[in-house]
Protein backbone atom coordinates (compact mmCIF):
# COMPACT_ATOMS: atom_id res chain seq x y z
CA UNK A 1 0.00 0.00 0.00
CA UNK A 2 0.77 3.40 -0.55
CA UNK A 3 0.51 6.66 1.65
CA UNK A 4 -0.60 10.06 -0.18
CA UNK A 5 -0.55 13.65 1.14
CA UNK A 6 -2.07 15.99 -1.29
CA UNK A 7 -2.18 19.79 -0.05
CA UNK A 8 -3.07 22.64 -1.69
CA UNK A 9 -0.05 25.44 -2.26
CA UNK A 10 3.58 24.96 -1.66
CA UNK A 11 5.38 25.29 1.32
CA UNK A 12 7.02 28.71 1.63
CA UNK A 13 8.96 29.02 5.20
CA UNK A 14 12.44 27.04 4.41
CA UNK A 15 12.48 25.33 7.88
CA UNK A 16 9.26 23.63 7.31
CA UNK A 17 10.43 22.42 3.86
CA UNK A 18 13.67 21.07 5.41
CA UNK A 19 11.75 19.19 8.25
CA UNK A 20 8.96 17.71 5.73
CA UNK A 21 11.81 16.44 3.31
CA UNK A 22 13.53 14.94 6.84
CA UNK A 23 10.76 12.97 7.64
CA UNK A 24 9.48 12.14 3.64
CA UNK A 25 13.12 10.56 3.70
CA UNK A 26 12.81 8.64 6.95
CA UNK A 27 9.25 7.32 5.86
CA UNK A 28 11.09 5.77 2.54
CA UNK A 29 12.81 3.48 5.16
CA UNK A 30 8.68 2.15 5.67
CA UNK A 31 6.49 2.12 2.67
CA UNK A 32 6.01 4.25 -0.38
CA UNK A 33 5.25 8.30 0.15
CA UNK A 34 4.01 10.80 -1.92
CA UNK A 35 3.59 14.62 -1.25
CA UNK A 36 1.09 15.87 -4.01
CA UNK A 37 1.80 19.67 -3.57
CA UNK A 38 -1.20 21.05 -5.78
CA UNK A 39 -1.00 24.53 -7.51
CA UNK A 40 -2.87 27.61 -5.29
CA UNK A 41 -6.06 28.99 -6.89
CA UNK A 42 -5.37 31.84 -9.25
CA UNK A 43 -7.50 35.51 -8.09
CA UNK A 44 -8.81 34.20 -4.89
CA UNK A 45 -9.70 38.37 -4.10
CA UNK A 46 -12.37 37.90 -6.55
CA UNK A 47 -13.85 34.52 -5.84
CA UNK A 48 -15.77 34.08 -2.60
CA UNK A 49 -15.12 31.53 0.29
CA UNK A 50 -17.39 28.48 -1.74
CA UNK A 51 -16.10 29.39 -4.90
CA UNK A 52 -12.63 28.75 -3.63
CA UNK A 53 -13.49 25.64 -2.22
CA UNK A 54 -14.87 24.28 -5.31
CA UNK A 55 -11.93 25.19 -7.43
CA UNK A 56 -9.45 23.45 -5.16
CA UNK A 57 -12.00 20.42 -4.80
CA UNK A 58 -11.97 20.17 -8.51
CA UNK A 59 -7.74 20.17 -8.26
CA UNK A 60 -8.21 17.95 -5.31
CA UNK A 61 -10.45 15.24 -7.19
CA UNK A 62 -8.41 15.62 -10.23
CA UNK A 63 -4.98 14.32 -8.11
CA UNK A 64 -7.21 11.24 -6.77
CA UNK A 65 -6.32 7.91 -8.83
CA UNK A 66 -9.49 4.90 -9.10
CA UNK A 67 -9.05 3.13 -5.92
CA UNK A 68 -7.60 5.72 -4.02
CA UNK A 69 -9.37 5.69 -0.23
CA UNK A 70 -9.68 9.33 0.43
CA UNK A 71 -9.30 11.23 3.82
CA UNK A 72 -10.11 14.25 5.01
CA UNK A 73 -7.69 15.92 7.66
CA UNK A 74 -10.67 17.86 8.98
CA UNK A 75 -11.27 19.80 12.57
CA UNK A 76 -14.40 18.01 12.50
CA UNK A 77 -12.74 14.34 12.00
CA UNK A 78 -12.11 11.60 14.20
CA UNK A 79 -9.40 12.41 17.23
CA UNK A 80 -6.66 9.47 17.48
CA UNK A 81 -3.67 9.14 20.14
CA UNK A 82 -0.41 8.71 18.31
CA UNK A 83 -1.36 5.25 19.40
CA UNK A 84 -4.41 4.56 18.26
CA UNK A 85 -3.35 6.58 14.57
CA UNK A 86 -0.41 3.67 14.24
CA UNK A 87 -3.50 1.14 15.21
CA UNK A 88 -5.65 2.86 12.07
CA UNK A 89 -2.78 2.90 9.94
CA UNK A 90 -1.79 -0.62 10.93
CA UNK A 91 -5.53 -2.02 9.73
CA UNK A 92 -5.38 0.72 6.62
CA UNK A 93 -2.64 -1.46 5.68
CA UNK A 94 -4.56 -5.05 5.35
CA UNK A 95 -7.63 -3.13 3.98
CA UNK A 96 -6.76 -0.31 1.47
CA UNK A 97 -5.25 -1.95 -1.91
CA UNK A 98 -4.14 0.79 -3.40
CA UNK A 99 -3.11 4.32 -2.10
CA UNK A 100 -4.52 5.80 1.28
CA UNK A 101 -4.53 9.62 0.81
CA UNK A 102 -4.70 12.32 2.89
CA UNK A 103 -5.64 15.56 2.02
CA UNK A 104 -5.08 19.38 3.86
CA UNK A 105 -7.52 21.75 2.07
CA UNK A 106 -7.60 24.94 1.43
CA UNK A 107 -7.49 27.74 4.34
CA UNK A 108 -11.64 27.44 4.07
CA UNK A 109 -11.75 23.77 4.48
CA UNK A 110 -13.64 21.49 1.78
CA UNK A 111 -16.41 21.71 -1.11
CA UNK A 112 -19.03 19.41 -0.82
CA UNK A 113 -17.72 17.40 -3.60
CA UNK A 114 -14.22 16.40 -1.83
CA UNK A 115 -16.91 15.52 0.96
CA UNK A 116 -18.60 13.33 -1.07
CA UNK A 117 -16.00 11.98 -2.47
CA UNK A 118 -13.82 10.88 0.89
CA UNK A 119 -14.39 8.05 3.16
CA UNK A 120 -13.63 9.76 6.51
CA UNK A 121 -12.25 12.15 7.95
CA UNK A 122 -9.53 12.64 10.50
CA UNK A 123 -8.91 15.27 13.07
CA UNK A 124 -5.01 16.08 14.26
CA UNK A 125 -6.11 18.50 16.88
CA UNK A 126 -8.70 20.54 18.35
CA UNK A 127 -6.41 23.54 18.12
CA UNK A 128 -5.97 25.04 14.19
CA UNK A 129 -2.44 25.37 13.12
CA UNK A 130 -1.15 26.85 9.62
CA UNK A 131 -1.19 24.88 6.36
CA UNK A 132 2.24 24.75 6.24
CA UNK A 133 2.82 23.85 9.99
CA UNK A 134 0.06 20.71 9.70
CA UNK A 135 1.88 19.30 6.84
CA UNK A 136 4.87 18.92 9.04
CA UNK A 137 2.48 17.81 11.57
CA UNK A 138 0.82 14.98 9.66
CA UNK A 139 4.39 13.43 8.06
CA UNK A 140 5.82 13.43 11.93
CA UNK A 141 2.70 11.68 13.30
CA UNK A 142 2.93 9.40 10.04
CA UNK A 143 6.80 8.55 10.75
CA UNK A 144 5.52 7.99 15.00
CA UNK A 145 3.30 5.16 13.26
CA UNK A 146 5.85 3.81 11.40
CA UNK A 147 8.14 3.15 14.45
CA UNK A 148 5.63 2.57 16.59
CA UNK A 149 4.37 -0.36 14.05
CA UNK A 150 7.57 -1.54 14.15
CA UNK A 151 8.24 -1.53 17.91
CA UNK A 152 11.15 0.92 17.70
CA UNK A 153 11.92 3.34 20.10
CA UNK A 154 11.19 6.83 18.63
CA UNK A 155 7.97 6.87 20.93
CA UNK A 156 7.87 7.27 24.32
CA UNK A 157 4.39 5.86 26.50
Do not use: C, W
Not at 113 to 132: C, D, G, N, P, R
Amino acid sequence: MKIGLVVIGKTDARYFVEAIDEYRNRLAHYLPFELAVLPDVKNVKSLSEAQQKEKEGELILKALQPGDYLVLLDERGKEYTSMQFAAYIEKKMHNVPKRLVFVIGGPYGFGEEVYKAASEKISLSKMTFSHQMIRLIFIEQLYRAMTILNHEPYHHE
